[in-house]
């Protein structure tokens, strides 16, 4: 009983004490939680055992991960739409930024009797999807890949979230906070707060040259680097530029919003827009998902547009790096209100009146524009277009090759221009086309499509050496499987039996063995090996013999000879020669001659009917069956139906070209 009474004595004052505590700071509207994870914090070992967070309302503690105060929030909705074919998905994402101080950063000193407490600047602690509303999918029409479309734009939104709440005001009210709610838990006549002295983080604004844009951002928000202008603003190709990604003024191709909107929504290539969460009236931002973001649009009501455009060929490093950077930097442009530089817009007056003259083939009066052009940004140096504006209308004016000594790709391009513009193909050395042919079929289209064409044209000149002909004759050999009656009518003798014969091993493997003589250097026999061996054909010298007794045999004329046996009757085959010639086609039906009459048919490829559905051919009245050759001579009839045969090189010249100026053309477009 001594005991029970002793400890009653012991513990009534304590638990009297902690109930008086505890009404004193909810009369001061204190929060209990957070006053004692504060107290036990400060002891050792017990500090281990308190919760991470503790949610107080307005306030959190978070004692064992940074220790930071949270005193302030900041929620923003960003609502998005994906548009494609006529279909939308629309999606709403609810971002909530918190910031605080870290408790571990406090700082004191003593001041006579008084403590001063320095409180650190606070910092944003959390900048993510709200846990309770998580994304809203609106509408759900259009298929979205998430790793090369929502992670992008999601990283972009977080950091954009992050500036919202800054501008705001999310880091003054948090610090603020955080002093008041410290302040309350110590005696004003012990202890005083005061701030760091060093300034509060804000946003960088930053104004594109001559263009009423403004951009406001943080440059920890950018993967490398930091947004920069370049040094000879408006007159070089890029106004802004960071990284490999392009950025300046577009023509006003839309009267409003909704023709923009409209313009996306039925095209086939997966599109994003992106509105102004604070200003749904604003700027819209609008991007080729499809294309992982490669391309950009800004947008404003009163019609100005602005492009942004990534160089960079990598997709992995694009889709890590560049696109939530360029996603970001499209959101943190504002229209500034002000007028663009008169200076500029004459410019760009001057630049489009060049590209209209260059399109028509106006030189002369392209190159009073370009004159105009340099004299409005003297003595600043020219543009990159400008400059290649220049030396294409010198090319093709003046008719002697200006290189822009900038660009060796875009060089080699104005080089060929020249020359096959002039017909200078004595200059087309080995040199020249091998680095022609060279460039990247991803980066170069025209060299792709046209591959096969300049080969051709290239195997034909004086001005190429043995060795690189007899690579071309090769290649050209080996494009078979894509018949194109040009190249046949290119090459001569054996080799075009051998392309011939690719064309047939294309359709059909059945004809993979042939015969060949040097006697007659220009004949091939092709066939299978049972049907060459046998008696009746007795093979190469014998079916050359055959042809000449049927007065179809031309020794100087390339031939392919397919040598096959046909029943004819239940007791009888017949040894026919199917002769394949540039423009003729012969039929000798019978050959040797036993039990039948023989037959001999020759007639151009136009009077040859082909049904590659049933496998069959006609030659004159009689019907043959045979896939590979019901194949071959359509493909012949419909290359030689397409093919011009007055294309000369002057007509060739003229198509690459026409071609390469496009190119050069595009590279000019701002």
């Known amino acids: ?316 490093e694009h889709l890590q790096k560049t696109a939530p950077d360029m996603l970001y930097w499209a959101m943190t442009a504002s229209d500034s209100g002000e007028k663009p530089d008169s200076r500029y817009m004459e410019w760009i007056k001057e630049y489009k009146a060049t590209l209209t003259n260059m399109q028509s083939g106006r030189y002369k009066e392209a190159s009073v524009h370009l004159h105009n052009m340099a004299s409005i940004h003297s003595p600043m140096p020219a543009s990159w277009e400008e400059t290649l504006m220049g030396s294409y209308v010198k090319v093709k004016s003046d008719k002697v090759y200006h290189p822009t000594k900038g660009n060796d790709y875009v060089d080699l391009l104005l080089k060929a221009i020249y020359l096959f513009d002039n017909k200078k193909y004595n200059e087309m050395d080995d040199n020249f086309q091998t680095n022609l042919l060279a460039l990247s079929d991803e980066e170069w289209p025209f060299i792709k499509e046209n591959r096969n064409k300049l080969i051709q044209f290239f195997y034909k000149q004086e001005s190429t050496s043995q060795a690189l002909r007899t690579e071309y004759k090769q290649r050209l050999i080996e494009s078979a499987e894509n018949y194109d009656h040009s190249i046949a009518l290119t090459l001569k003798g054996q080799d075009y039996c051998d392309y011939l014969h690719g064309v047939l091993l294309h359709n059909d493997n059945e004809y993979n063995y042939y015969l060949t003589g040097a006697i007659h250097p220009n004949i091939r026999i092709i066939g299978h090996e049972e049907n060459l061996k046998d008696d009746e054909f007795n093979g190469f010298d014998n079916i050359c013999k055959l042809m000449k007794e049927a007065k179809v045999l031309k020794d100087n004329e390339p031939q392919l000879v397919l040598a096959y046996i046909r029943k004819s009757s239940f007791f009888t085959k017949d040894h026919d020669l199917l002769i394949f010639e540039k423009n003729h086609c012969t039929i000798c039906s019978n050959i040797t001659g036993k039990w039948q009459k023989k037959y001999t048919y020759t007639t151009t490829y136009d009077h040859i009917a082909s049904n590659t559905i049933n496998k069959s051919f006609t030659i004159g009245s009689y019907d043959y069956k045979g896939q590979a050759v019901s194949r071959i001579i359509q493909e012949i009839k419909d290359g030689i139906k397409g093919y011009r045969k007055n294309e000369k090189a002057e007509d060739l010249s003229k198509k690459f070209s026409e071609e390469m100026s496009s190119i050069i053309y595009q590279y000019c477009i701002r």
């Open 1 to 316: 009983m001594k005991i029970i009474k002793f400890f009653i004595i012991l513990v009534t004052p304590l638990i009297v004490g902690i109930a008086c505590c505890i009404i004193i700071l909810k009369v001061c509207n204190i929060n209990v939680g957070s006053v004692t994870n504060l107290l036990l914090s400060k002891i050792p070992f017990v500090n281990q055992f308190v919760e991470t967070t503790t949610n107080t309302g307005l306030y959190a503690i978070s004692q064992l991960d940074k220790k930071e105060l949270v005193t302030s929030a900041y929620n923003v909705d960003f609502l998005v739409s994906f548009y494609q074919s006529g279909k939308k998905t629309i999606i709403l994402y609810p971002y909530e930024v918190e910031a605080g101080v870290n408790l571990e950063h406090i700082e004191q000193a003593k001041e006579d009797s008084l403590t001063i407490i320095t409180l650190p600047n606070a910092k944003i602690t959390k900048a993510n999807m709200d846990d309770k509303k998580e994304s809203n999918v609106i509408r759900n029409q259009v298929e979205v890949d998430y790793n090369n479309c929502i992670i992008p734009l999601k990283i972009a939104l977080e950091r954009r979230a992050k500036d919202l709440a800054i501008s705001a005001g999310i880091l003054k009210d948090a610090t603020d906070n955080a002093e008041k709610y410290l302040s309350e838990l110590f005696p004003k006549e012990y202890f005083r707060f005061q701030k760091e002295g060093v300034p509060q983080d804000t946003l960088k604004i930053l104004k594109a040259p001559h263009l009423p844009v403004l951009f406001t951002y943080q440059d920890e928000n950018f993967t490398d680097g930091k947004l920069s202008c370049q040094k000879d603003t408006i007159y070089n190709r890029d106004d802004l530029k960071f990284e490999d990604t392009r950025f300046g003024y577009l023509d006003n191709l839309y009267s409003t919003f909704q023709d923009l909107d409209n313009e996306i929504l039925k095209s086939e290539t997966l599109g994003l827009r992106i509105i102004d969460p604070l200003n749904p009236k604003g700027n819209r931002i609008y991007a080729k998902a499809s294309n992982l973001y490669k391309d950009i649009l800004i947008c404003y009501p009163n019609g100005n547009i602005y492009y942004m455009e990534e160089e960079n060929p990598s997709a992995e």
